[in-house]
């Protein structure tokens, strides 16, 4: 079994930044996709920004160039750094990633318990 946990300071100004980072830890052989995603108040969850089992990343329109997703092999996190914060980017964001958890048997999909992302005017 996987356990994610996000961390990162939940309140930032309007035009500041802020890191979140979110680790993995259980048993699995390995972690083959890490995204963030968010929720935002009587709106869908959506993609911010996803990356792969190598360096290719993907982001949503309204982030691109400001948010940068990166992965730490190592320590078995990724993280997304934020800067230029608006008030739209207010919402609960939550880590997925889709691992496998033994060889021979299918990946599976875990979800961190989303920490609060709020930016003020």
């Known amino acids: 079994q996987v356990q994610l946990v ?58 691109k160039g400001r948010f940068t997703i990166s992965r730490d092999n190592a320590k078995k996190t990724v993280s997304l750094q934020m800067i230029s914060l608006k008030p739209e980017d207010t919402a609960v964001y939550y880590c997925k990633m889709r691992v496998k958890t033994r060889i021979g048997v299918r990946e599976s999909e875990y979800w961190g318990q989303g920490t609060q992302v709020t930016v003020s005017s």
């Open 6 to 63: 996000e961390s990162g300071r939940g309140l930032v100004q309007s035009g500041g930044s802020l890191r979140l980072s979110c680790a993995a830890s259980g048993s699995f052989v390995s972690i083959n996709a890490r995204g963030w995603y968010r929720q935002a108040p009587g709106k869908p969850r959506e993609l911010v920004a996803s990356v792969d089992n190598g360096v290719s990343t993907n982001y949503a329109d309204s982030v």
